[in-house]
């Protein structure tokens, strides 16, 4: 398919580019809902119909918007040991990423993110020992994963494994697991708005467009709420795991 413009987009409202806009923005919704991963799909998708600098810009306004949303859904749930941990962490990962925007390639960084995600779920499914007792936040790793965490998703909004290779070993309980990560995020997506309009200048055609996308995001954040409290805790541990290789397979193939 053919790249567009957001112009175009806008211009042909229910065409094939503008249905894939919504569907990345339906993954946003959905990931803030509490499906796990999914967000992760959504710049991938939307480079289908326009460059990937210009998706992940145009996504940003969603994420944001649905951040608020899912830190209301889950303002009772979240692990407060976390958060004091991995958002100063993830705030520092967002100034290094814009620090070194023009140095360093979406390639490499796919790459990079992708093996460490493969490598953990290898090392979760085959090293049973290193799960069996549930682990505790601490400080250097925090510092270490958060801070990849907030780098990853300044560079394309995948921040989600460098976030979980620290997040499940501990164990958390489901809803608690989703109320952090909507936390931190929040935190991470924030701080973003800055550097981008500096480095990828938004057009009233971008602002447009997302504004259009907004009611899909949001009804994808219910959805994902309707689907993770239907989710037995197992599934959802298993569901994280598959999507979090799916997601790093996928990173690796779009790079190379």
């Known amino acids: 398919m053919q790249l567009t413009t957001s112009s175009e987009i806008l211009q042909n409202i229910g065409s094939t580019p503008f249905l894939i806009a919504c569907l990345a923005a339906m993954c946003v919704g959905m990931a803030k809902g509490g499906v796990p991963t999914v967000g992760m799909l959504a710049v991938p998708v939307i ?4 460059s990937p600098i210009k998706g992940a810009a145009i996504l940003l306004p969603i994420f944001i918007l649905t951040d608020m949303v899912s ?11 976390n958060l004091k941990i991995l958002i100063p962490a993830g705030l520092m990962g967002v100034v290094v990423g814009w ?8 390639q490499v960084v796919s790459i990079l993110i992708g093996s460490l995600g493969i490598a953990f779920c290898c090392y979760t499914w085959f090293g049973k020992t290193y799960l069996m007792t549930p ?15 907030g780098f990853t998703s300044f560079i394309s909004h995948a921040g989600s494994p460098p976030y979980q290779i620290y997040v499940i070993p501990q164990r958390l309980e489901k809803l608690t697991f989703v109320g952090t990560t909507a936390v931190v995020f929040a935190a991470i997506n924030l701080a973003k708005v800055i550097p981008y309009a500096n480095l990828r200048p938004y057009s009233p055609e971008d602002l447009t467009l997302a504004l259009w996308l907004i009611p899909t995001a949001l009804a994808g954040t219910f959805l994902g709420v309707f ?18 290789l799916l ?5 690796i193939l779009q790079a190379v």
Not at 47 to 50: I, Y
């Open 247 to 251: 997601v790093s397979i996928k990173l």
């Open 71 to 81: 830190v209301w859904l889950y303002r009772r749930s979240f692990s407060k040991p």
């Open 135 to 149: 682990k505790q936040p601490t400080f250097g790793r925090g510092i270490l994963w958060g801070g990849l965490a």
């Open 227 to 244: 689907l993770i409290k239907r989710l037995a805790d197992a599934w959802f541990s298993r569901l994280i795991q598959v999507g979090l």
């Open 99 to 106: 620090a070194t925007a023009s140095l360093i390639s979406d």
């Open 47 to 50: 480079s289908l119909a326009v």
